[in-house]
């Protein structure tokens, strides 16, 4: 009987309906999971440690995008800056910088100051990556600006002063968040100032002679190496400061060639005087009452009587102040070593933001038009 038990039992195992045997295997399966998950210890137990989120920035962490890498190959004027000033001054960080050209291979874009260029010689000579990103810079207006030959169709973006640039390197004045009139007028003891470190750049010849011509009628207080009157950095903004006017002549007349010879009167509370391209084109950048412009008057003799009226009427002078309830001018770096820091910033920004790629055909023709 026990016998026949057994056999009956055996019977009946081996002939479970399929049915039952899936049933049998999904319980198993369940149990093993649960076991898994909720009894055996594991850093993916969504626990309140908050261990799981832990581990999960940990791999977003991991897969974040390297910051694109700019090369700058042909350093401006052979000097150095801190790469950390461009969060410093311009909350700037989204790339990183080198000198090393020995990464020209790992460089995301690569930066070429149009005056270390000298030729295509001086260029990288070995195969270029893949969408790698040539970048030309020139701050320099045409006039003084050498045309290199063998360069077109190698660049793939410009960094210049000119509005229609791809990477725009300039100093404008800024509308503020809310007007305000805290503007407070710094003392002064100067009437009219000028600052020149070369006399005999390249299409100077024409503001030379206004600057003449105009010390014939009203006195001009002089500085810089063009004057053999060094001015050291720090007492540049002061200097500025206690002149009623500068005279801010550009050293030649193109298209948005608008230096920081505007900014440095415009953000120190000191009236600057311009010479160089029409009224017209200086108003794109600026509010019209912020300056006085010599094609304003007939001649140099007109404008000094000008000058010398609005020195005795404080009401009228102080009109050319209006604008800064709603703008603002920001004070640029001074030093040679700082000259070249905000166009490389604005440089890193670009290539960190913009993916696409072109190619520049016709540098100079582009550079040398009036648009």
């Known amino acids: 009987h026990q016998h026949k038990a057994k056999h009956t039992l055996a019977q009946t195992s081996c002939h479970l309906p399929p049915t039952c045997i899936m049933t049998t295997v999904l319980i198993l399966g369940c149990t093993t999971y649960v076991y898994f998950l909720y009894i055996q210890p594991s850093v993916h137990n969504c626990s309140s440690d908050g261990r799981l989120f832990a581990h999960y ?20 004027l ?18 990183d910088l080198t000198y090393n050209r020995s990464l020209y291979q790992q460089a995301d874009a690569v930066m070429f100051y149009q005056k270390n260029i000298r030729s295509v010689a001086h260029m990288p000579q070995e195969s270029r990556p893949q969408r790698q990103k040539w970048i030309w810079y020139n701050v320099e207006s045409p006039s003084n600006t050498l045309k290199l030959p063998g ?53 100077s010849r024409v503001r030379t002679a206004y600057y003449k011509e105009l010390t014939k009628h009203i006195k ?53 005087i311009v010479l160089g391209m029409p009224r017209d084109n200086y108003e794109e950048f600026m509010p019209g009452d912020s ?41 640029h770096l001074l030093t040679t070593k700082n000259e070249f820091t905000q166009p490389t910033c604005l440089a890193c920004n670009h290539i960190s933001r913009d993916n696409r790629y072109s190619v520049v055909h016709n540098l100079y023709g582009w550079y040398h038009s009036s648009r």
């Open 57 to 76: 920035t940990s791999v977003v962490r991991e897969q974040t995008p390297k910051k694109p890498l700019l090369l700058i190959w042909a350093i401006p």
């Open 78 to 95: 052979n000097i150095k800056f801190d790469f950390n000033d461009c969060k410093k001054y311009y909350n700037i960080s989204s790339c």
């Open 291 to 331: 300056f006085i412009h010599v094609n304003d008057f007939p001649d140099a003799k007109a404008m000094a009587q000008y000058l010398l009226e609005l020195d005795k009427n404080d009401d009228k002078y102080m009109k050319y102040f209006a604008w800064r309830r709603f703008y603002t001018a920001t004070p």
């Open 151 to 203: 360069i077109n169709n190698i660049f793939n973006l410009t960094l210049s002063y000119r509005r229609d640039a791809d990477i725009i390197a300039r100093y404008d004045v800024v509308i503020k968040d809310e007007p305000d009139d805290h503007f407070v007028l710094p003392k002064k003891d100067r009437l009219v100032c000028w600052m020149v470190s070369n006399m005999w750049t390249a299409g």
């Open 220 to 272: 001009v207080d002089v500085f810089g190496l063009g004057f053999s009157v060094p001015l050291p950095a720090e007492r540049y903004y002061p200097m500025m400061q206690s002149c009623k006017f500068y005279l801010a002549f550009e050293n030649s007349a193109h298209k948005d060639y608008i230096t920081e010879k505007m900014n440095g009167p415009l953000s120190s509370g000191t009236v600057p």
